[in-house]
């Protein structure tokens, strides 16, 4: 695989393309752009007919090893790469670790051995046997084994054994790669971590430059995967913009999970070139459809607003105000630690403890209560009539031929269509999203400089 | 405006099997024109189970079900009298069919109680009591604005004898005459009256005879989908489709199982619904010509073919048993490929019934069937013995 840059631009972000996959000669994407986010295999709730309702486009699909872990035992058992496994050999596979939808169960470290959930319960991964699942999946691109097990309240100690276990296995997993006859023309992606201290993000970034590898996962950077979309920029900013000083320019670089479509467009300005479906695909599991207009001039100033088409000016200038007040996700971002005698922060334990015995009750809830400012909940009983589409304008299969009082219908009587439909629109307007980013990007590379 | 008396139901019998009762024709609806025997999947609440109409016409499916007593509770027959029918509400631009509502009264509500006026049962989602009277059904089926809708019978369960189903069977006569009466699109909308008397065959006689006097386009032949022998089964059937008139079509109701589709078609019914096929693919099970395989099964695990080799479904030509297995039942994606296959099974089955009595091998269809589903065990007699009272012999090759 190749990464290849076409602009250097420090002030708009970057273009580029992503080619000359062994597996796929003919595949080319431009960057910025999107992995898609698979479950078992499969991005969430469609069949590979429907997908092409969606794109023609061939897919690069997000596989994180986890949710595809049990199905290990077949895919070495069978001798089959991953991609021909799950039906898809058509598209880019990309294998990561952890889902990033999902909550990382915290506390679990041991010394060089990453921990994941699988279908089938806690597994513990080492270096060795990554590589051998590797090996076995033959992904077209795929990340060492790396301890991604830090948020913003991990306490040095934790940060540094992260890095350190990750920085190890990436030297083992780098030997293997090359050495490799199948893995060697493969792609593979470095994982950064260092949590949210400076100083550990350099030594990594530092470190792992010194190897010749396509790109790089700025990862490491929350716990809490449904939750990624309240992170305020801020709070993230100095982090990517650091760790990614020292790293080659010319390489990619990929930041995971459900981050808010404003944190997306600067990070994109700080020169990031791959994200994930994430957020598309958490709103449609909570019946949240997107309807946030990128349609905007100057889409990477500073003070760019990207509305709530459903929102008049006032409701958008509060939703303003909710975001900047975003700091409480602080306290909040821990919700899932599940034992706090490993936890090494223990400052938050209590919090933690209260989080975790109205999880269950926030679960069943949380559907209905899931707000975003970019989307607009269908279960809310004001669409019951409405006859009209998500969004008047919008392509997508759900839009032409659907109501909202229809997909509002298949909500409430729990009925499976419901989901596919507002996964079709929101992948639809997300990818739409990116397109009209890499438009702008070529439109205003000369004015930027 | 060509058509100024354009009849909500036009059946033109095509092809008859010159052996057997089985016949094959066109139904021209309001929306549609389907071919028949035809199998129709059942879409409860405006929406086939995960699949999109796209995906539906795809597989070539003519017709669906939906439900009036499901649609009628939600969204109500006011929101989609608004939306302008079931149709529009869920943008299927082919033929529908719903149900009335009387056999969910009975079978999902225990409470419910019938009287002259109707079915009184408790509301599922409000504590008051309802009533579902035949012109309350009809109103609602009008408002849904299906090309078929059926008549509210007296629904009961199929072990019940004595004077209860003579009740039964003369009521569904009394309140299919309010349901004519209360019917209010006539012009596109066909109303069938539903065949009881459980397995009686004195009552269904009677039954059969006392609808076959009204205006009618099509027949529906009901409480024969429960517990009720096979062997009692055909020849309540039979009983039925023999004295009725050949130019209307006739439906089973709730039946679809394969082998009881390729009988029943031998015994000259046109139409069948049934829940199974979408219902067992929600259970990971799959259909293949000799009954179902159950994915979920460990010996699945690392069996890398297609559900069925010889299938030309869109699950099929991408995906594996072992995949399937992989992903059942974390992903819904799995029961989306399940439903798909198992519609496109139960489709294509219809289209080789129609297509072997238009080459005039039906005869010889239903004798290869059986030798399929029977390869490993002797043929159930009530097969046989159905097939023979239709001129099919299988002891004969
Ligand atoms: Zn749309
Ligand atoms: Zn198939």
Known sequence: MRFRLQTINNICGRLGIINEIERLPTFQMETPNLLFYTNGGCIPHLTHDVILMLTSDVLPLQIPLDNIYHATEAIIKLDVSVNTFIGLPEYLSFCTLQDPTTTVKQGYHKENVATIWSKHGKQFITKARHMELMESLKPDMYISLCDGDTNINSSKKRILNSARTTNEAFRYCYDQHVSSPTLCKKALIAPIEGGYDLTTRELCAKYLSNFPVVGYLIDGLYSDGASVHKIPFHSVEKIIDHTLKYIPVERLRIIQGAWEPQSILKMIKLGVDLFDTSFPCLNAENGCALVFNFNVENLFSENVQLVNLYHSKNENNIWKKELNNKNEYKSNSCVSNRDNKLNENNKISDGVQFKNNVNDEQNNTSKKNFVSPYSISLYDTKYFDDFTPIIENCLCLTCRKHTKAYVHHLLITKELLGMVLLMIHNLHHYMEFFRYIREHLRRNIGKCD | ?397
Not at chain 2, 103 to 124: D, R
Not at chain 2, 372 to 390: F, I
């Open chain 2, 1 to 397: 405006m060509t058509q100024l008396t354009k009849s909500s139901l036009k059946f033109t019998l095509i092809s008859e099997c010159n052996v057997s009762n089985a016949r094959t024709g066109v139904m021209n609806l309001t929306h549609y024109n389907v071919e028949t025997p035809v199998f129709m999947p059942v879409g409860t609440q405006g929406t086939l189970k995960g699949i999109l109409p796209d995906q539906l016409e795809q597989i070539d499916c003519q017709i669906i079900l939906a439900n009036a007593y499901h649609l009628g509770v939600r969204p109500g027959p006011d929101l989609l009298k608004k939306a302008g029918g079931l149709h529009k509400f869920m943008n299927w631009n082919r033929a529908l069919l719903t149900d009335s509502g009387g056999f969910q009264m009975v079978s999902l509500l225990k409470l419910a109680k019938i009287t002259e006026k109707g079915v009184k049962f408790k509301s599922p989602y409000g504590a008051d009591d309802c009533m579902l009277t035949p012109e309350e059904s009809i109103r609602i089926q009008n408002a849904i604005g299906a090309d078929i809708i059926m008549q509210l019978d007296d629904v009961i369960a199929t072990n019940i004898t004595g004077s209860r189903v003579e009740e039964s069977t003369f009521r569904t006569s009394r309140w299919l005459d309010r349901c004519l009466v209360a019917h209010e699109r006539p012009h596109d909308q066909a109303i069938f009256p539903i065949v009881q008397g459980a397995i009686d065959e004195r009552l269904r006689l009677i039954s059969t005879q006392l609808h076959m006097e009204k205006d009618v386009k099509g027949y529906a032949l009901g409480g024969l989908s429960g517990g009720e022998s096979k062997n009692i089964f055909w020849k309540m059937v039979l009983l039925s489709s023999k004295i009725l008139p050949k130019e209307k079509p006739r439906y089973v109701m709730g039946v679809g199982f394969a082998l009881d589709i390729v009988i029943c078609c031998a015994l000259g019914i046109d139409m069948f619904d049934c829940v199974f096929p979408t219902r067992t693919a929600r259970f990971g099970c799959a259909l293949i010509p000799s009954g179902q395989i159950n994915l979920k099964l460990n010996k699945y695990k690392f069996d890398f073919q297609p559900i069925d080799n010889e299938c030309k479904c869109s699950t099929c030509k991408r995906y594996t048993r072992a995949y399937l297995h992989s992903i059942i039942p974390m992903q819904a994606v799995a029961c989306h490929l399940l439903t798909i296959h198992n519609l496109y099974f139960q489709i294509s089955l219809m289209r080789s019934i129609r297509e072997s009595i238009k080459r005039n091998m039906f005869p010889q269809f239903v004798k290869e069937f059986i030798s399929k589903v029977y390869s490993h065990r002797p043929v159930s007699k009530w097969v046989t013995e159905a097939l023979k009272a239709v001129n099919i012999n299988l002891e004969v090759v």
